[in-house]
């Protein structure tokens, strides 16, 4: 995996965005259709700004493949950047392993061989 984050207002320029709001990419998403960035998003994390959550970061991974739904947990808030973004990169490589295992019996892409070691550090 090629994994890599970014500022998301930096990854999308014409939108607003938290400046807490980090963005995670995997330059060899299995099944993509480009290199732009929607082709390799996979999720990400952002500060909580208001609220009971203030303070608190929230992560998720919104990637998809073709087959049965995943059925763990895809998003949630941990206390540190750090930790939300690890929490990203786990759930995203446990995703792919799934699938992998899993293969949908229609036409897909090949997924590949993706173990569970964190390369990526946010």
Known sequence: MAIFWMRTSEAWP??????TSFTCFDEDKPGREG????DTYIGGVHQ????????????SVTATFPGPRYPYATSGREPTRKEAGRRVMETYQKMCAFYAANPWR?????????????????
């Open 14 to 19: 014409d939108a607003s965005w938290l400046e």
């Open 35 to 38: 290199d732009g960035p929607w």
């Open 48 to 59: 909580e700004p208001d609220g009971p959550q203030a303070g608190m970061w929230s992560w």
């Open 106 to 122: 229609g036409r897909q892409p090949e997924l590949g061989d993706y173990s569970l070691a964190i390369d990526g550090e946010i």
